[in-house]
């Protein structure tokens, strides 16, 4: 039966850690993240699902002469938030010819359509690989 290792480990060699990259490891109960993950709202989808399911928004900005800029959206209906509003806003563009709106309209209601790929060969046959030598290069040869 072979001896059990001592805990002691010699320097250097492979497999074996040293000060140089010990030094650079976690230690116990440290995180790799400090920071962590971001918040929940500061991502930008956070951020517009926010302002356009809200029926107001009103932000100020500050340049840096101090002169502000007020940009403000109220939605003054029922119930309806800004995203009625936007997509009101593409039905209209729609139905007045615009095809980028006609395309985001199918795309959100009906979906993109899928594409399909058919690679063939002549007389749409199946493309067969054939493979004939399977091994190391040697340096310099540029063969396959």
């Not at 010990?22 to 918040?39: A, D, I, M, T, V």
């Not at 800029?69 to 509003?85: A, P, S």
Request: glycine share 10%.
């Amino acid at each position: 039966m072979p001896d059990k290792q001592s805990k002691e480990q010699p320097k250097g060699g492979r497999g074996i850690i040293n000060d140089k990259i010990k030094k650079h490891q976690f230690k116990p109960g440290e995180s790799g993240n400090p920071l962590g993950r971001r918040k929940k709202g500061n991502a930008w989808s956070d951020i517009i699902n926010e302002m356009v399911d809200a029926n107001e928004v009103s932000i100020t900005i500050t340049d840096s002469k101090g002169k502000k800029n007020i940009m403000q959206l109220e939605v003054d209906t029922n119930g309806k938030t800004i995203r009625h509003v936007i997509i009101f806003s593409w039905i209209r563009k729609a139905m007045s010819g615009n095809i980028s709106a006609c395309k985001a309209l199918a795309d959100y209601t009906v979906g993109r359509p899928v594409q399909l790929t058919q690679l063939t060969g002549e007389d749409n046959e199946d493309i067969k690989i054939i493979v004939e030598h399977i091994g190391k290069k040697s340096k310099g040869d540029n063969s396959l």
